[in-house]
């Protein structure tokens, strides 16, 4: 660790006058008021009240308390300099019962937050899921139900129709590694299925439900820009062995292909219906077609690689992996090796691999606990790493990839999931007794970045013009 802060006028010099600078969050991490206006209880709710789901049985029910302290949030938003705020819409608030009536009162706590991004000139970035499923669709099958696709594409419609008119860009999913394999295969995340076939329907139905929503999103508002936020990993081979070689490439096309196929080339990886086809539900005339239907902008999120060997044990599952290494042996907080090399090579992988849009990075962060001091909160070693991470990006720039943003994850501390409460992200600290807010050191710093845009050089290359001043 250093204690060196990197120049933030030096750093915006390499990059567009228009590129965004903005903060990113998710409804069930922040909100709070489990039960207000006719919310019901998402999957989340119920995995997080069980015993030995999440850290300390934490739970969604207060959070950050953002919904009863909207004004103020967006205030802090606006005070940061940011030209972007990415946040979820919970599918509970609107649906509470994942069909059925809508809950109107749900939608007006969007209206108020998109109404409030406007009234401070902040882009809104919406997702339209992230993790938070209607309970009662749980009973139905959740993600492994083709029912619940269209129950997506309803709910899609129906937000999109009242608040796409103030909306900058919507993304349907956040991350659907998480809510299939993790979720359904390794059981950490909700509903806590531990099951392939389970996995394999919750994929597909996934999928389609993107393809469904993205329909129906421009049937309600042909010009909104439409993408998809995915995690994709950076797979590193273990070592140079054939062996592990191939392991790479199969946990590419599990992890990678899966998702990237369907939506950007109309067909799942062939390794994966090889191995794992028969498992898969029926994939429909017509599905993938919906599903590979071309989108405006995709997004990224990225903290840090995967590394994997060859699992030889007979009998192994596809993609018969196993975990290889860090070659850094510095992590943040949460356990997670930092190699910022790692989020470039990511995007010249995909980019080679598919023909992608515009790009955002629609999450980048690190998780570091310490707290407050003196009013203060010195986490340096967080701002390195957002540093780092946006050199990284404006390299890519420079060599002609379309990054046309940045959202930092998170604006602040929240539910981090199976880790509650104690594994901290926020560029600004919360104090979960007080809910006082605290801009970190990395907050104040980002502030002095993101206050620099835009700039007057739009759309051209900075690196040009300052050449020829
Ligand atoms: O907090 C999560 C977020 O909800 C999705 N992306 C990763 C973050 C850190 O784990």
């Known amino acids: ?108 706590f969007y209206d108020r937050l998109v109404d409030g991004l406007q009234a401070r000139g902040i882009k809104a970035f919406a997702t339209l899921y992230h993790w938070d499923l209607p309970l009662m669709l749980a009973g139905d099958g959740g993600w492994t139900a083709r029912s619940t696709a269209y129950a997506f594409q309803r709910y899609a419609r129906t937000t999109i129709a009242r608040l796409g008119d103030r909306l900058d860009a919507v993304a349907t999913f956040n991350e659907p590694w998480c809510s299939v394999w993790l979720s359904h295969l390794y059981g950490i995340h909700a509903p806590g299925e531990r099951n392939m076939e389970a996995a394999l329907h919750a994929l597909h139905t996934t999928n389609l439900a993107h393809g469904l929503a993205v329909s129906a999103i421009r049937e309600e508002r042909p010009k909104l820009p439409v993408g998809i936020v995915i995690n994709p990993m950076h797979v590193y081979a273990g070592s140079d062995t054939p062996a592990d070689q191939a392991a790479a490439e199969r946990a590419f096309d599990f992890h990678n292909g899966v998702f990237f196929g369907p939506i950007f080339k109309g067909a799942y990886p062939d390794t994966v219906l090889s191995a794992l086809g028969e498992r898969m539900p029926p994939i429909e005339d017509g599905d993938l077609a919906l599903i590979s239907q071309p989108l405006d902008w995709w997004g990224v999120n990225y903290y840090t690689p995967m590394r994997v060997a060859d699992d030889p044990t007979e009998g192994a599952e596809f993609p018969a ?108 600290h919360v104090d979960y007794d007080t809910q006082a807010r605290t801009i970190k050191k990395s907050g104040l710093w980002y502030q002095s970045l993101a206050r620099s845009f835009p700039k007057g050089n739009h759309g051209g290359s900075v690196g040009a013009e300052d050449r020829s001043s």
């Not at 999957?43 to 009863?68: E, K, L, Q, T």
């Not at 302290?69 to 967006?74: I, K, N, S, V, W």
């Open 1 to 108: 660790m250093t204690d060196r802060i990197p120049d933030p006028a030096l750093l915006a010099d390499r990059f567009p006058g228009d590129f965004l600078f903005g903060v990113a969050t998710a409804a069930f991490q922040i909100e709070g008021a489990a039960k207000a206006d006719g919310r019901k209880p998402s999957i989340w709710d119920a995995f997080s009240n069980m015993p030995g789901r999440v850290f300390g049985r934490h739970n969604g029910d207060v959070a950050c308390d953002h919904y009863h302290r909207l004004e103020q949030d967006l205030d802090l938003i606006a005070s940061l300099g940011v030209q972007a705020y990415r946040f979820s819409i919970a599918w509970p608030r609107v649906y509470p019962d994942g069909t059925g009536p809508i809950n109107e009162k749900g939608l007006d």
């Open 321 to 428: 992996t196993k975990p290889a290494p860090f070659v850094n042996q510095e992590t943040t907080d949460i356990g997670w090796e930092i190699f910022p090399q790692a989020l470039g090579d990511l995007i010249r992988t995909v980019n080679a691999r598919y023909t992608l849009p515009d790009c955002y990075i629609t999450e980048n962060g690190a998780c570091y606990n310490m707290g407050v001091e003196d009013g203060a909160v010195d986490d340096q070693p967080r701002l390195d790493y957002i540093a780092d991470h946006l050199s990284v990006t404006a390299d890519l720039i420079a060599e002609g990839y379309p990054m046309r943003g940045y959202f930092a994850w998170s604006l602040m501390d929240n539910f981090e999931w199976a880790e509650g409460y104690r594994m901290r992200f926020g560029i600004v």
